[in-house]
């Protein structure tokens, strides 16, 4: 009977390939980062798209810094703008989900989607055509900022 002996030095482990001195674990951390932060920076101009496009006013695209004095100057307007994005969030967000169960939830995910994107239309729509962003292109902008924090931030079931 032969005897075996365990190796003295095990053999290494392989470890993934590095991007040059950067773990990859820590690059896709921060990726995953900066999707998030894009998803909640196209959620704030939905709803400063609220505060302006309810009252049908443009959105100062070119002078953002007045966006804060005219919050500053309506914190009630801007306190329903938030309030109604939320409400907004939850309805296609519940509506989509309840779709998987019945497909006439998708009129009231539809519905919901229509709104905020009227609402942003209303108040970056003129100014992005403004500045010579084409009409077609500002309106799949605009409907393209609606939908992508959704997909960003909601996990779809395993």
Not at 11 to 33: E, Y
Not at 40 to 46: C, N, Q, R, T, V
Not at 62 to 84: E, G, H, S
Request: charged share 15%; hydrophobic share 60%; net charge positive.
């Amino acid at each position: 009977m032969a005897v075996t002996q365990k190796p003295l030095n095990p053999p290494p482990v392989r470890k993934a390939p590095a991007l040059g001195q950067f773990d990859p674990a820590r690059v896709r951390g921060i990726f995953v980062s900066l999707v998030y932060g894009f998803a909640w920076a196209l959620i704030a101009l939905s709803i400063a798209g609220t505060f302006y496009g309810a009252r049908n006013l443009d959105a100062p695209l070119l002078t953002p810094w007045r966006i804060i004095a005219d919050v500053a100057a309506a914190p009630n307007l801007a306190a329903m703008a938030l309030l109604a994005q939320a409400v907004l969030g939850i309805v296609q967000w519940g509506a989509r989900q309840m779709a998987d169960h019945d497909a006439r939830w998708w009129l009231l995910y539809i519905a919901a989607l229509a709104l905020s994107a009227w609402w942003n239309w209303s108040a970056y729509g003129d100014p992005l055509i403004a500045i010579g962003v084409p009409w077609l292109i500002a309106g799949g902008m605009i409907l393209l900022g609606d939908i992508f924090p959704e997909l960003i931030l909601v996990r779809e079931r395993g």
